[in-house]
């Protein structure tokens, strides 16, 4: 054989394509023992760096930050590392540095991965610090209680909120098209008001965005067809209740009232970076309460929130997010103090504000109220109104619970782009959710 | 490897091995390549093995793993509809993203390949995009582009077509992926353009003066003798390919939507592993995956042997 160069390239080739391929398959897991005794107290005579994380846009980055001085400024030995994004994600970068024994010290979740993260053992039991570093007496029970899982505390509820429609004034006023202040009795009602306003705005900004992949609204939807999301570490609903869903919803977009799919997809993960009506794309769009603040940040209209259609018991009063600690954090006992901060403390609280829903505190609420903008009155007067009427609140959801909004994304997103019938992507969600959230429980 | 023990000593070689010799500069090489294996085993070999025993078991990230023998590859196959999803997209990106960008990768190799004034700052330009392009940064601008506000639109609306986005549409979401793809044609072409030169001018000459057209001296000249390069590129572009991962997170948000149109199989792996807590499943679908990479990629080598001509090949 002759040492011309080009014979030489198949061993080169072999070899550079072999190790292209086992490049694929490589993961890890770390462990770090946790020697830290339960109910200590925090320590901060000595340097302590803690890591927070959340999710959420601009406005609540400022005054999470804001807090956090506040407690450097009451306590320089303790300072924070923050790290926050969008919800599109999030916990996928929590359970990431989880895995490798990471995780930030201070975690907010909502209540979509309590159960999973209390029963992994990857937040702390509060319980040991409940009275001494963690005071709990202005928080109402009932709000106490989302926070639970078996009984033990493992999450502080940071706030609560309601279910809403966010709408844009601006756009609807002159049309003469604003809804009343108690929204829509029936669905039916909502979608012809929809479907009119689409009409009048000539069919590039449509009424409603399609919210048939958003589980938050679904929720409310179930509850007042008398279902449950969750029947313990079941479905709470069937192939039928789906279908319906998703039904109205083609229909909704038959008729002008919704958006097309397309317009809807990007904010399908939940990022409230991509909301339609601040994007001017759609004058009403599914929303918590709290979001009022950060949605009227990133708009020039002036927006309104009004009630979920249908009767008042769909919506309920529900822990927004929760503070959490890492029971592996490095310092369990001074994460929990800055839980307790975030909660008890007045200038903390007027921080605050409701950008992540009203004060779980009775005592912090009363004090900062007076000091309310006009727009944080209208938000807690606007909570007030529809919890007074609102439906009992569902336990805390099941284990897999963000694996089931993932899953009626895909649902809702094939019946929208025509992929699928509503029946098809009905059966297909809820055999899917079916098992998986009997896997997430093993 | 030059030496033989019983063969005759070659005429001006040094003083002939003694076997001590020999294993000093045994061990001497072990020595320098030890960084190297060091990686090889601790950050390669090991994760690997341990990835597959994990493969068989239920593994949450945060609990002890707990052996199941073969479910986690039972249940891929016959009770994971997702799973199905994802190795379409996958196949689907692959097979039209590899053609793409090689045949621009080829075009545009070719056109540089001619002597003309600052050709040098064309091919740089060329492969600049190659640079940029597997970061998160073009991902995002991806996303804007194709978004619908996006100037792809704006581009379409001069000529009077009415655009949408792009990104949010499953049938054309996997579409500006494969867009993206190809765009990052810099690396292969190089490779073009150095086996474009290494073709001996007389073959052109001769064509030339048998009369051979343009097309027909690129299809039974050019092509022909370029192919051992093109069988290269063609692997290596093939498992690139089937690993694409950055810019489908980046674009579909991390979800793999709309309606799981860009859920390539290293997403939906991560998503199971990282999303899911599912690191066993996560770690049984690396191994099916590196199983038929495998395949895929002897059968590309399989098929070399009908298509690719070695100059040389006549001598053997």
């Known amino acids: 054989m002759t040492m011309s160069d080009r014979p030489l390239l198949r061993p080169l080739l072999a070899a550079a394509a072999v190790l292209a391929v086992l490049a694929t398959a490589a993961c890890g897991g770390g462990s770090r023992a946790d020697q830290q005794a339960a109910g200590a107290p925090p320590v901060t005579d000595r340097p302590v760096e803690l890591s927070v994380a959340w999710w959420g846009g601009p406005a609540r980055a400022e005054n999470t930050q804001k807090v956090l001085d506040l407690y450097t400024k009451a306590h320089p030995n303790v300072t924070f590392k923050t790290q926050w994004q969008g919800y599109s994600g999030y916990y996928d970068k929590i359970n990431t540095t989880a895995a490798g024994g990471t995780a930030p010290d201070i975690i907010q979740i909502d209540n979509r991965v309590l159960r999973e993260y209390a029963n992994k053992k990857l937040i702390a039991d509060l319980g040991p610090w409940i009275g001494s570093t963690l005071k709990v007496d202005a928080v109402s029970p009932k709000l106490m209680g989302t926070g639970k899982v078996d009984d033990k505390l493992y999450a502080m509820p940071a706030a609560s909120n309601t279910q809403a429609l966010a709408i844009d004034k601006t756009v609807l006023e002159p049309l003469g098209l604003l809804p009343p202040e108690t929204g829509w009795a029936t669905w039916e009602e909502f979608g012809a008001w929809s479907a009119k306003v689409t009409g009048a705005l000539g069919g590039k900004v449509w009424g409603v965005r399609d919210e048939s992949a958003n589980i938050s609204l679904f929720e409310p939807w179930l509850r007042q067809r008398g279902k449950q999301l969750y029947d313990g570490q079941k479905p709470g609903f069937t192939v039928d209740d789906v279908t319906a869903w998703l039904t109205m919803w083609a229909g909704f977009r038959a008729s002008g009232a919704a958006s097309p799919a397309e317009v809807a997809q990007p904010s399908n993960g939940g990022d409230i970076a991509k909301n339609t009506v601040t994007a001017k794309a759609t004058t009403a769009t599914f929303s918590y309460d709290n979001q009022f603040t950060e949605l009227s940040k990133a708009t020039d209209h002036t927006l309104l929130l009004v009630p979920v259609p249908g009767p008042a018991v769909g919506a309920y009063s529900r822990p927004s997010q929760f503070y959490t600690a890492y029971s592996r954090g490095k310092n369990v006992a001074t994460a929990v103090d800055v839980i307790n901060f975030f909660i008890n403390d007045e200038a903390a609280g007027a921080a605050l504000g409701t950008e992540r829903g009203l004060p779980p505190s009775s005592k912090v609420g009363d004090a900062i109220a007076p000091q309310f903008s006009d727009q944080l009155k209208y938000v807690s007067a606007f909570d007030k109104r529809i919890v007074d009427q609102a439906g009992e609140n569902p336990p805390v959801p099941a284990q897999g619970d963000s694996k089931m909004g993932q899953l009626l994304v895909s649902a809702g997103e094939n019946a929208g782009f025509g992929r699928k019938t509503p029946q098809e992507a009905a059966a297909e969600f809820v055999s899917q959710a079916t098992s998986e959230l009997e896997r997430a429980a093993r | ?316």
Do not use: C
Not at chain 2, 10 to 21: E, G, Q
């Open chain 2, 1 to 316: 490897m030059a030496y033989t023990v019983n063969g005759p000593p070659a005429v001006d070689a040094p003083d002939p091995p003694t076997p001590t010799r020999r294993r000093s500069e045994a061990t001497a090489g072990y020595v320098f390549l030890s960084p190297w294996l060091l990686g090889l085993f601790g950050i390669t070999v090991g994760p690997m093995l341990y990835s597959l025993y994990l493969s068989f078991t239920d593994y949450d990230l945060l609990q002890d793993p707990e052996w199941v023998g073969m479910e986690n590859y039972v249940r891929m196959f016959t009770d994971d509809p997702t799973y199905w999803n994802s190795v379409q997209a996958t196949v689907l990106f692959a097979v039209t993203s590899v053609p793409l960008k090689l045949a621009v990768a080829l075009g545009v190799a070719l056109l540089l390949n001619r002597q003309r004034r600052g050709v040098g700052v064309y091919r740089a330009l060329y492969y600049v995009p190659s640079l940029l392009g597997g970061s998160v940064a073009i991902a995002i601008v991806w996303q804007t582009l194709f978004g619908g506000a996006g100037a792809i639109n704006g581009l379409l609306g001069l000529v009077g077509i009415g655009g949408k986005s792009w990104i949010a549409d499953p049938s054309t979401a996997l579409g500006t992926l494969v867009l993206l793809a190809a765009w990052q044609f810099g690396a292969p072409m190089v490779i073009f353009l150095a086996g474009l030169k290494q073709i001996p001018a007389e073959m052109f000459e001769a064509a030339a003066l048998d009369g051979a057209g343009r097309f027909a001296t690129f299809w039974h000249v050019t092509l022909p003798l370029l192919s051992p390069v093109l069988f290269f590129n063609l692997v290596l572009e093939t498992i690139a390919g089937f690993q694409g991962f950055t810019a489908a997170f980046v674009i579909s948000g991390g979800q793999g939507g709309p309606a799981d149109s860009t859920l390539l199989y290293t997403l939906y792996l991560y998503l199971r592993g990282f999303g899911d807590f599912q690191m066993g499943y996560a770690s049984a679908m690396a191994w099916v995956f590196l199983i038929a990479l495998g395949i895929v990629t002897a059968l590309v080598f399989r098929s070399g042997s009908l298509w690719v001509h070695y100059a040389d090949d006549g001598e053997r």
